[in-house]
């Protein structure tokens, strides 16, 4: 079996889950994949989170692709970012 993975997060002012969502869908895009779901999850880093879905056209079914959020302000102040600023990440595998 071979796995992969890809991690990546953005970090800026006045970011939002709508940001989150354009990233992923141009992410994906640029591998071919035009049709994703976003699901609520929970991932006690994230808050909101969501589970990313993308449809698998052999499967003909939408196959889970990823985990992705927001960061919870309480994991970001360790590392001195000020108080207004956003991180926004994904993790993303396939099998």
């Avoid at 970090?11 to 895009?29: A, E, I, N, T, Y």
């Avoid at 990313?52 to 959020?69: A, C, M, T």
């Avoid at 108080?83 to 994904?90: K, L, N, P, S």
Wanted: a positive charge.
């Amino acid at each position: 079996m071979i796995l992969h993975f890809d991690l990546g997060l953005v970090c800026d002012r006045k970011l939002s889950l709508k940001d989150l969502m354009k990233v992923l869908r141009d992410f994906f895009k640029h591998l071919g994949m035009t049709k994703l779901k976003f699901k609520p999850a929970f991932n006690p880093y994230t808050e909101p989170s969501m589970e990313i879905f993308g449809y698998h056209e052999g499967f003909k079914k939408y196959v889970e692709v990823g985990n992705s959020g927001m960061f919870r302000p309480e994991m970001l102040r360790p590392m001195g970012l000020p108080e207004d600023v956003q991180v926004i990440a994904w993790g993303l595998s396939l099998e």
